[in-house]
C-alpha cells in the first residue's frame, strides 16, 4: 500500500511502535504498535490514555522490564513476536479499503483489539481499559455505531520469519520418518571442507521441500520441515565431525564483500563505478552457479549413503 493511502497518525503510529521496540531490544510486535498508537495523535490516542497520570508506554515498559504481564516473564511474553505486527497492519489495511477510507490508526486499533494477542489484552489490562470499551470508541471516531470483526490475514507459515516451526510430534509422521532416515544416514564422514557442509545442507532442505511436494502438505508443514530437518542436520554434522571448521556465513560475506566495495569505491574512477553498478547482482549469480555445480558433485559422490532410502 503506497503512502498516499495512508494518514499521517497511521505513519506516525508504525513509527513509533517500532522505535518503542528498538529501546526494549525487542521485535516489533503488535503491543509496541499499540504504544504506537496511544502517542500518535487522535481519537484512538486518545481512547487509550489510562487517566491516571501513566502512560501506556510506561505501562508496558514496567511489565517488560519485571514480568508481570503473563507467564514466562516480560521479555519472553513481549518479544519475539514481530510476524503478527505484519498480521495486524494487514487487517488495518484491509478493514479500511473495504471502508473506502485512508488507513489511519484508528483502522490499526482496532485490528489489535481483534487480534487480541496476550501482549495486547496483558497491557490493556494492566492500565485499565476496557477493550469493547476502547473498540467502540474507536469504531465511533470512524463514523460506525459498531464494526464487525477485522479480518485477520494467514499468518508467515510455520518456520518463517520470527515464527517457529512447527514442534516435531506435530510433523506429518511419513515425511519425518523419511527425513529421520536420511538424518541417520548421512554421508558426514565424505566431508572435506566447511563448503561441503553447506552443500550437504542446501542438498537436504530440497529434499525436504520435494517431498512435502510430493505429499501435498501445507505451507506450515513444508516449512517446519525444512526448518527442523536443516537443524537435526547440522546438530549431527556438528557432533560427528566437530574437526570440520566452521564457513562464514552469509551475512559474514556479504559484509566482507561490502567492506571491499567500500575500499575500491574509495579509489576506482567513476566510469569503474558505474561498471560494478551494472554488474551489482553477478556475485549472487555466481554463487547460486557455483553452489548448484557444487551440490551436483557432491550427489554423485554420495549416492551410495541414501541407498533404500524409505518412500512416504
Known amino acids: 500500500m503506497v503512502h498516499e493511502e495512508m494518514t499521517p497518525s497511521y505513519l506516525d503510529a508504525i513509527r513509533r511502535g517500532f522505535a518503542f521496540a528498538q529501546e ?35 505501562v508496558v515498559a514496567a511489565a517488560t522490564g519485571a514480568g508481570s504481564a503473563g507467564a514466562g516473564g516480560g521479555g519472553a511474553t513481549y518479544g519475539g513476536i514481530g510476524h503478527l505486527h505484519m498480521q495486524a ?4 489495511q484491509s478493514l479500511a479499503q473495504a471502508r473506502g477510507e485512508q488507513v489511519g490508526a484508528e483502522h490499526l486499533l482496532i485490528a489489535l483489539l481483534d487480534q487480541a494477542t496476550a501482549p495486547v489484552t496483558d497491557a490493556l489490562t494492566l492500565a485499565g481499559l476496557d477493550p469493547a470499551t ?24 510455520a518456520g518463517t520469519l520470527d515464527r517457529a516451526p512447527l514442534p516435531v510430534p506435530d510433523l506429518d509422521g511419513r515425511a519425518w ?12 564422514r565424505r566431508l572435506r571442507r566447511p563448503a561441503d557442509r553447506e552443500v550437504l545442507l542446501h542438498l537436504e532442505r530440497t529434499q525436504a521441500w520435494q517431498l512435502a511436494d510430493r505429499l501435498g ?4 508443514q513444508r516449512y517446519s520441515l525444512i526448518s527442523q530437518h536443516a537443524r537435526a542436520v ?19 560475506r556479504a559484509e566482507a564483500r561490502a567492506v571491499a566495495l567500500a575500499r575500491r569505491h574509495r579509489r576506482r574512477p567513476s566510469r569503474i563505478r558505474v561498471l ?10 555466481f554463487s547460486n552457479r ?22 512416504p
Open 24 to 58: 526494549l531490544d525487542q521485535r516489533c510486535g503488535p503491543v509496541h504498535l499499540l504504544v504506537g498508537v496511544a502517542e500518535a495523535d487522535g481519537p484512538a490516542a486518545a481512547a487509550l490514555d489510562p487517566g491516571d497520570g501513566r502512560s501506556l508506554r510506561e
Open 89 to 92: 497492519q494487514g487487517a488495518a
Open 134 to 157: 476502547v473498540r467502540q470508541a474507536a469504531a465511533t471516531a470512524l463514523g460506525a455505531v459498531e464494526l464487525p470483526p477485522a479480518g485477520l490475514p494467514p499468518l508467515t507459515p
Open 177 to 188: 520418518a523419511v527425513l529421520r532416515w536420511r538424518q541417520d544416514h548421512l554421508p558426514v
Open 217 to 220: 502438505l501445507d505451507d506450515d
Open 234 to 252: 547440522a546438530e549431527r554434522v556438528q557432533r560427528e565431525r566437530p574437526d570440520l571448521p566452521t564457513a562464514p556465513t552469509a551475512r559474514d
Open 276 to 285: 560494478r553498478n551494472l554488474t551489482v547482482g553477478w556475485g549472487a549469480w
Open 290 to 311: 557455483r553452489m548448484g555445480l557444487r551440490a551436483r558433485w557432491f550427489r554423485l559422490r554420495t549416492t551410495s549413503s541414501h541407498r533404500g532410502a524409505p518412500q
